[in-house]
């Protein structure tokens, strides 16, 4: 079969399978980075014509949908979170014209597209806050946080902003503080204020009219505050420091008790789900940050059905080995909290580092063992129960690059350096070809962020022919999940296995699977007496050995089987 047929048969197989309006409940999501996924213009930044470009590469991955990171209209202090304007497009990603094109093909394609929208504060030079900060009476004065000073002058309280320093900002021309979350340029929305709730429907209206099936919601936990201003406590000393949350981050020297993930918080998903339940089919990806106990958090923003859909966290994104017990912990979590809404089972996005760089200091240091590792955890996270995410250029196994300092971009990074090195490391462009200039991303001279020589030889070009690549494991793993309906609709229960395998089965009316996961670096046996009608599933290119009723599972291994009833069915 030719690449276009098996293109094509793809895309009608994600047609078929996405009619159901609870498509996203089992979705595998690839996030876009526009900045780094590919430059159409020659500016050496990419653009949304240049996702239209690559359209086929993403298609043929075999995801459902592809979440796009900003590309609104922005200063980009913060790299498009910054918006001066929630429905115009930003000159340097292209046009609203190029945007609907990219949207067609997509969906021609079979892929739905979700959006980011960035709802907890917009940029300063938004009209909106330009208009609020002019006096204290005008119509949009109480749209933003806005608290008079102590009697000696300064700010409110002791919040900091997540990006270093108070959360508190003097307006000179309108002598008050307001509150940033973030960057100074970045002031917090009022969602206490009904007039701004609305305006922020409107937008998502705005989208959904165009035809987008989603929106990824940046730090929803903290659209409300203590409206009381409460100091932050001191950090308890045994209080632990949310994954991927660095000992060096002065964020976390307090409890932040008060400046975010307040109770009123998922009082106002209502209205937010009850826009997206006018558009049937439609869904919402909440981005849970920096929250005490990520997993508990982010599964109440998806409690029942007046609340999201979907939510993802920090918890496959700490900096720390992914040990059996560890991993056990978190599927016990998830499967004891997450029983009404679904997890979004997340290893990296644009935020955090690499996850291969994340995990390969702690395996031995050889290529094998860590090309076996990406391959498992690959496997695992197309394997659990709920919907998946992969940031692009995970699948192609790239590590966190090493950015000078003279080259760094992101505002965290540049600001908190040497102790915080910041997001550009997770940031560099796609490399596309090994040996094309800038690796195919850009022909312009120099791409907006270096792309580095260890990238190279994982290119997209250098992984298409391999068949063992890791690139074409994710592709195969993808294919065969799409035909396992114990994937897509079936519950979990974890199996009790002997470290280092992890074990749990997926089952629903037409199929039972059993999936054991090796996590060291040599091979292990294990016992399948107890499921006597075990099959192996050989399409996935796992290899195990079996002996009896005893399989050999080899180093950073899976076993994937199917358990068939006494009558020989699955």
């Not at 498509?23 to 996702?51: C, E, H, K, T």
């Not at 709920?386 to 196994?397: N, T």
Request: charged content about 25%.
């Amino acid at each position: 079969m030719s690449a276009q047929s098996t293109l094509n048969l793809q895309s009608k197989t994600r047609s078929l399978n996405q009619k159901s309006n609870n498509w996203w409940r089992s979705a595998v999501i690839y996030q876009v980075y526009p900045r780094s996924f590919m430059d159409s213009s020659g500016d050496g930044i990419g653009d949304l014509n240049g996702i239209l470009q690559k359209l086929d590469y993403i298609a043929s991955l075999g995801v459902d949908a592809v979440w796009i990171s900003p590309f609104f209209k922005s200063p980009m202090k913060d790299f498009g979170y910054d918006i001066s304007d929630y429905c115009a497009i930003e000159p340097m990603f292209g046009t609203m014209e190029n945007f609907k094109d990219l949207l067609k093909e997509a969906h021609d394609r079979g892929l739905k597209v979700l959006i980011d929208q960035v709802w907890n504060h917009t940029s300063d030079q938004h009209s909106w806050f330009q208009e609020s900060r002019s006096s204290r009476d005008n119509p949009k004065a109480d749209w933003y946080v806005w608290a008079d000073p102590k009697d000696d002058g300064t700010p409110p309280n002791n919040w900091l902003a997540t990006f270093g320093g108070s959360a508190w900002t003097w307006d000179a021309q309108r002598q008050q503080y307001y509150l940033h979350s973030f960057l100074i340029e970045q002031p917090d929305l009022n969602w206490y204020n009904p007039e701004v709730v609305e305006a922020i429907l409107d937008v998502g209206r705005f989208w959904l009219d165009m035809g987008v099936d989603g929106f990824r919601l940046d730090v929803v936990n903290f659209f409300m505050y203590d409206r009381q201003l409460r100091d932050n406590p001191p950090r308890p000393k045994d209080m632990p420091r949310p994954a991927g949350a660095g000992a060096n981050d002065p964020f976390f020297s307090n409890w932040n008790k008060y400046n975010f993930c307040q109770p009123e918080n998922i009082e106002i998903l209502e209205p937010i789900r009850k826009l997206m339940d006018e558009y049937p089919g439609r869904t919402t990806l909440a981005e849970i940050s920096s929250a005490e106990d990520t997993i508990l958090t982010s599964s109440e923003y998806v409690r029942g059905e007046n609340r999201l859909h979907m939510a993802y966290n920090s918890a496959l994104m700490h900096d720390s080995p992914l040990t059996c017990d560890r991993l056990r912990e978190m599927i016990e979590r998830v499967e004891t909290y997450f029983q009404e809404g679904i997890i979004c089972w997340t290893g990296g996005t644009h935020d955090f580092p690499r996850l291969k760089s994340r995990w390969r200091k702690f395996l031995i240091d050889d290529e094998f063992t860590h090309e076996a590792f990406d391959h498992m955890f690959a496997a695992l996270l197309l394997s659990l129960r709920g919907s998946c995410c992969i940031y692009q250029g995970d699948e192609l196994g790239l590590t966190e690059a090493t950015i000078p300092f003279e080259k760094m971009q992101d505002p965290f990074g540049i600001k908190g350096y040497p102790d915080i090195l910041g997001r550009d490391g997770a940031r560099t462009p796609m490399p596309w070809q090994q040996d094309a200039h800038n690796a195919g991303f850009t022909k312009a001279v120099e791409s907006w962020l270096p792309i580095p020589d260890e990238h190279l030889p994982h290119a997209v070009d250098q992984q298409e022919h391999e068949p063992m690549s890791l690139l074409n494991k994710y592709r195969r793993l993808m294919d065969w999940r799409k035909k396992q309906p114990a994937l897509l609709k079936g519950n979990l229960t974890l199996v009790d296995t002997p470290e280092p395998l992890v074990g749990f089965t997926r089952k629903c009316d037409e199929q039972h699977l059993l999936c054991l996961f090796n996590l060291s670096p040599i091979a292990v046996h294990y016992n399948l007496s107890a499921y006597p009608n075990c099959v192996a599933a050989d399409e996935t290119d796992f290899v195990s050995r079996q002996y009896d009723h005893t399989i050999e599972i080899a180093s950073y291994g899976v076993f994937f089987g199917t358990l068939l009833s006494e009558s020989g069915n699955r």
